[in-house]
């Protein structure tokens, strides 16, 4: 009989206590919840990381990457992510409902591309570029003006028409009267440009700034038709923006005067 009882609880003390953990477990799992729900409120109340995105010409990116980072270190916890490239491509992208916070276009032209279609807020003028010829460091074709790149014998890499640069260098050539037959016509003034720096062409129209941010790898040459093609680049806030606010802040970091100084020393001009 004493061997019968002691089976019995042999037998019945795990279930209870095996019953008293799964009691324990479901008592337990309403406070993880709360704490779930707590971390979602703060996190939604502003708490956790946030992300800001950019869409912004390629002609921006050396500028805006800094700026980013100043950013970044002023908002802690917050990232900016960029999406640079040719501002035709970049509207397109918006309009066909791409999610971004910031829009900043080579032209104004290219912004009205998102206005017209109510996705932004009123536009703001914050820089204005101008071309220069590059020419490779030791300029074996001998180009010295704008004149030279309707020679035949010189191989020339433009922006495409659609793009800011583009349409840019189609209002100089027209002022100085003259044809320009390109070797290749690239989607973004950064890829224009790559083409002198590899030696595949002997000049291409590109924006000063981009010279500039070669850091030697090119020469520019200045030319006084540049002077009637000089691009506004036009900043806003997008109506979709997923991180409004953030959107609103980093605006008004291009548009101080930190954002101003280091977009003047990259080459930019004031508008």
Request: aromatic share 6%.
């Amino acid at each position: 009989m004493v061997f019968r009882r002691l089976s019995r609880w042999a037998i019945a003390l795990p279930v209870a206590l095996a019953l008293a953990g799964l009691s324990g477990c479901g008592s337990g799992q309403p406070a993880t919840s709360s704490t779930a729900s707590a971390s979602s409120s703060a996190a939604s109340a502003g708490g956790g990381a946030k992300e800001v995105t950019v869409f912004a010409a390629a002609s921006l990116t050396g500028t805006f990457t800094e700026l980013g980072k100043t950013f970044e270190a002023a908002h802690p916890g917050t990232t900016v992510k960029f999406n640079f490239g040719s501002s035709a491509t970049l509207a397109q992208q918006i309009v066909q409902g791409a999610p971004a916070d910031v829009f900043a276009a080579a032209s104004p032209a290219t912004m009205k591309t998102v206005t017209d279609a109510s996705l932004a807020s009123a536009p703001t003028t914050f820089v204005r570029n101008k071309l220069e010829i590059a020419v490779p460091k030791d300029n074996p074709a001998k180009v010295d003006e704008l004149k030279d790149l309707a020679d035949s014998k010189v191989k020339v890499a433009l922006c495409a028409e659609q793009v800011p640069c583009g349409a840019a260098a189609v209002k100089a050539l027209d002022a100085a009267g003259l044809k320009v037959k390109p070797v290749t016509l690239e989607q973004d003034v950064k890829a224009t440009l790559t083409k002198v720096e590899l030696g595949e062409v002997d000049a291409a129209l590109v924006y000063k700034t981009d010279v500039i941010a070669s850091a030697g790898k090119v020469r520019g040459l200045e030319f006084p038709e540049a002077d009637k093609a000089i691009n506004d680049y036009p900043i806003a806030t997008l109506a979709k923006a997923p991180a409004g606010d953030l959107a609103k802040q980093f605006v008004d970091l291009v548009l101080s005067p930190q954002g101003k100084d280091v977009l003047t020393k990259a080459g930019f001009e004031a508008p």
